[in-house]
């Protein structure tokens, strides 16, 4: 499976971007797919994840109310629409899934938000 990221830019805070991951390969092997995001200096987080059966979905705290994960199964798309961005939102977002034997990584999209 190759995931590949797009949409991060620059935003001023309180803006909006939507990213988007692209799945290819073995993809019905997948049963769960999420964004993380690192920041400068910290650990890789969860921010979003979502179940490709059901769509059952699950947010990070900080962003629970800003952020909406969605799938486009037709696609094999992955997206995430981020709106209400602050500057500690700024960092990598990474797109990740999950088969029953492996995790896959994109190679990250760089959001960065300005005060």
């Known amino acids: 499976v190759q995931l590949v990221e797009s949409g991060g830019g620059l935003v001023q805070a309180g803006g909006s971007l939507r990213l988007s991951c692209a799945a290819s390969?073995?993809?019905?092997?997948?049963?769960?797919m999420g964004w993380y995001r690192q920041a400068p200096g910290k650990q890789r987080e969860l921010v979003a994840v979502?179940?490709?059966?059901?769509?059952?979905?699950n947010y990070a705290d900080s962003v629970k109310g800003r952020f909406t994960i969605s799938r486009d199964n037709a696609k094999n798309t992955m997206y995430l629409q981020m709106n209400g961005l602050k500057p500690e939102d700024t960092a990598v977002y990474y797109c990740?899934?999950?088969?029953?034997?492996?995790?896959?990584w994109g190679g990250g999209t760089l959001v960065t938000v300005s005060s």
């Open positions: 390969g073995s993809t019905f092997s997948i049963f769960s």
């Open positions: 990740h899934a999950h088969s029953v034997l492996m995790e896959y």
């Open positions: 979502i179940m490709t059966g059901m769509g059952g979905t």
